[in-house]
């Protein structure tokens, strides 16, 4: 295999399939490497616009997105598949996340956060940890969220025992969801995550 | 000179108090010397003319009875007679002494000597006695009596001349008596008007003088130099004065001149900077408002349609430091307040200086607007270029460090030593790039969004809390233990920008533990100082900081000499910047059982 990083790979129903987002093509190159193995198949897009024309061709397991692109912004992609009713799960991954994007991103059921530079083994964890999140309380409640089953996932995350720092900063997120969903004030939200963006992204397992 | 005069003056009126004095004295004794010597004339004359007829009474009484009877046997003894007739005569000549000249007194003196003569010689021809008959001795009775009567008759007359002498004599008294009088007023007066005209002189000579340089003292205080004084006459002890006022006037002249030119030069050296300097000045005094200002400061003012008064936002900050009484002189561009001119932004960074002169009658403030639009537009062109680079620098980097990573994780691929050793340390120095980029786009960040702090109410135990479980792990790695240490509980809330302030704590932890020896100790410790601010220590048993770095640890890439940990040296700057914003405030304590700390103190919501 001699992967490049613009590979448009032929699909195979056994393999998962990742499509990674960036306009970076050392990175797009790397995170190919990184994630391509036996049961991965890796395809890569250069910009949002690119990204959606092939989610629209082929059905992806999970997307890793990156938030600043030239045409179209990791938001604007998210917002375009959210429409379109799409709920792939998606890992949001960027130098610079700011507290706006993330809010947005939240509210579109995209929790996971990776924050560049990142280690080939966070961006595995990651795919694994969305992918296959086994029965562990935190995992299953961040599955809960990434299908907007913010009820669920709050009590998934009170089964956590004990709750570290993470899990609660994201008990509170969620309720502060909740919040948002039912009188549309995303102000709390905001705050919270601007406070807290660092606890919220993905750390290593 | 002006002492003869006094002397000169007051003599006269001495004088002539003497002589009225004299000349009265004389006139009332001679008068009285007068008076008296007409009085014992007259009193002498009616003195003798009453003895002759008592004389005559006492003859005629002694002898006449004799006549008239028969004419003695024996010759009548004349003794009584003889010496009689001497007083007679003597009162006879005192008459005559006394008599005066006038014709009735010598009408009636010459009519007496005859009488005398006729009475004696009646009396000698009875002493005779010549007379033996009858008739004969009643005729010379008859003789005698008549010349007797004679004699009366007159001294009868010379006594009333000599009353009439006397009451005359008053009278005269009376005249001269009243012609000293008017000597004596005309004297007087005469004194009077010598002394009316000494004083006249006095008053010309030593108060006029006095006067006139009163006057002119005056003007010369009211600032007019220009005149001189009239030099008097030779010799006054004035002339001194007047010549000492005049040199005094003409020195005070040159050196008004002088101060007035120092200060035509003061002046022109003034204006000349004040219209060099680009930067608008205003100088104000504390009673009369502006005083001077220069033509940047008139133009601004002009273009900010406040025509020579100070843009309020200045009077605002003027205001302040008044009540404060202090300078403010702002250092930080960042301090500049923000005029629109024309649909453009210029930024003018206001110091306010203090001025008082030594006695505090000439004090105000001068205001120089320095204009730092261009340095300000130049601080966000960095930050920008700053961010931007750093930013498009950091992009590539990641995606080589993941390449790098890969190639080391050597899971397709098995390195050779060799390129082990080569992919390993260029990830070692992509590392350190990251790292320096991140700090530089904290820079930035802080630079840039320092005053744009989100402030809220935040538990600084919480951000405390959630540094503390950051770092653990680290400090773990090196044996190190994080304490996490609360005075007192229960503190309020602060207000604060959580992420900022935790940059700030994480950047001072992360430094603790970096020069903390392995195995050591780290203590946060959160402390009340004072009622406005919560600090928080971060205190580690390093090797402290240098004296002569201490002071420089806060500047923008700043690292103390001889350190062989990583950094760019701008960790502590961003801190102090990003607790600056915040009101709040940074430091480092004094070095004290060998622990360094650091504080930071955070306003209390």
């Known amino acids: 295999m001699s992967p490049s990083p613009d590979n448009h790979g032929a699909p195979d129903g056994a393999k998962r399939r990742v499509l990674v987002v960036d306009d970076e093509p050392t990175l797009r190159l790397g995170f190919a490497y990184a994630l391509s193995s036996k049961t991965t198949e890796v395809d890569t897009a250069a910009t949002g616009q690119l990204a959606l024309e092939m989610i629209s061709e082929t059905r992806f397991d999970i997307i890793i997105l990156d938030l600043r692109m030239p045409d179209l912004d990791g938001i604007g992609v998210i917002d375009s598949l959210r429409r379109e009713g799409n709920n792939v799960p998606i890992v949001l991954c960027s130098a610079a996340l700011n507290p706006n994007a993330a809010s947005q991103a939240i509210l579109h059921g995209v929790v996971d956060f990776l924050l560049k530079p990142v280690r080939p083994v966070d961006l595995r964890q990651m795919v694994d940890f969305v992918l296959h999140p086994g029965q562990q309380p935190f995992p299953q409640a961040m599955k809960a969220a990434r299908q907007r089953q913010t009820d669920e996932a709050i009590l998934m995350i009170g089964k956590n025992d004990p709750l570290d720092n993470q899990a609660a900063c994201w008990l509170k997120v969620l309720r502060s969801i909740q919040e948002a969903y039912s009188n549309g004030d995303h102000s709390n939200l905001e705050e919270l995550i601007r406070t807290n963006l660092p606890t919220l992204a993905f750390k290593g397992v | ?605």
């Open chain 2, 1 to 605: 000179m002006l002492r003869l005069r006094l002397f000169y003056g007051l003599l006269t009126i001495v004088l002539l108090l003497w002589s009225v004095g004299a000349a009265a004295l004389l006139l009332m004794q001679d008068s009285i010397r007068r008076a008296d010597h007409q009085l014992k004339m007259d009193y002498q004359v009616i003195d003798a003319a009453q003895s002759v007829r008592t004389f005559t009474a006492t003859i005629n009484t002694s002898y006449l009875p004799a006549l008239a009877g028969p004419p003695p046997i024996l010759a009548p003894d004349r003794a009584l007679y003889d010496s009689t007739r001497a007083l007679l005569e003597e009162k006879q000549r005192t008459i005559h002494m006394t008599a005066s000249n006038g014709p009735r007194w010598q009408n009636v003196i010459t009519r007496l000597d005859p009488v005398f003569a006729s009475y004696f010689e009646g009396y000698e021809t009875y002493f005779n006695g010549d007379a033996v008959t009858r008739v004969q001795r009643e005729d010379l009775l008859r003789f005698t009596s008549t010349q007797t009567q004679r004699l009366t008759d007159l001294t009868e007359n010379i006594m009333t001349l000599g009353e009439e002498r006397l009451f005359s004599g008053a009278k005269k008294l009376g005249d001269d008596s009243g012609k000293n009088f008017l000597f004596v007023v005309t004297l007087v007066l005469l004194g009077t008007f010598i002394a009316v005209i000494i004083y006249f002189q006095l008053v010309r000579h030593l108060v006029d003088p006095v006067a006139t340089l009163e006057r002119s003292i005056d003007e010369i205080r009211k600032g007019n130099f220009e005149l001189t004084l009239s030099q008097p006459s030779v010799g006054s002890e004035f002339s001194k004065v007047i010549s000492a006022f005049n040199d005094m006037a003409l020195e005070l002249k040159i050196r008004r001149g002088e101060s007035d030119e120092n200060l035509l030069r003061a002046n022109l050296v003034n204006a000349a900077i004040l219209e060099a300097i680009p930067s608008p000045v205003f100088v104000l005094g504390d009673k009369s408002g502006i005083i001077q200002i220069n033509p940047a400061a008139e133009a601004l003012t002009e273009k900010l349609g406040v025509s020579g008064r100070l843009p309020l936002k200045i009077q605002n900050i003027l205001d302040e430091c008044k009540e404060a009484s202090c300078h403010f002189l702002p250092e930080d561009p960042r301090e500049a307040l923000l005029f629109r001119i024309d649909e453009e932004e210029y930024y003018y960074l206001p110091r306010i200086f203090r001025y008082d002169s030594e006695d505090f009658l000439h004090s105000g403030w001068a205001i120089l607007l320095h204009n730092v639009s261009r340095i300000r537009w130049l601080d966000d062109m960095k930050t920008n270029l700053l961010s931007t680079v750093s930013h498009e620098i950091k992009t590539p980097l990641t995606g080589i460090r993941m390449v790098l990573h890969l190639l080391l994780e050597e899971r397709t691929t098995k390195l050779d030593e060799m390129q082990r050793v080569m992919v390993t340390s260029a990830n070692d120095d992509c590392e350190r790039l990251l790292i320096t980029l991140n700090t530089l786009l904290d820079l930035s960040r802080a630079e840039s969004g320092a005053t744009h702090l989100e402030c809220v109410p935040v538990s600084l135990r919480h951000s405390v809390e959630r540094v503390s479980q950051l770092y653990t792990e680290v400090a773990a790695n090196r044996g190190i233990t994080l304490h996490l240490e609360e005075e007192t509980s229960g503190m309020p809330d602060i207000l604060a920008d959580p992420i900022r302030l935790d940059e700030v704590l994480n950047n001072l932890v992360s430094n603790a533990i970096k020069h903390s020896p392995n195995k050591g100790n780290v203590w946060l410790r959160i402390s009340r100082p004072d009622g406005e601010f919560l600090r928080v220590s971060v205190i580690d048993q390093g090797p402290g900081i240098p004296a002569e770095s201490q002071s420089r640890i806060f500047e923008r890439f700043y690292r103390a000499p001889g350190q062989d940990v990583d950094g760019v040296g701008l960790g502590l700057f961003i801190s102090r910047e990003i607790m600056r914003a915040h009101d709040g405030r940074i430091g480092l304590r004094e070095r004290k059982h060998d622990l360094t700390e650091f504080y930071i103190d955070v306003p209390v919501a």
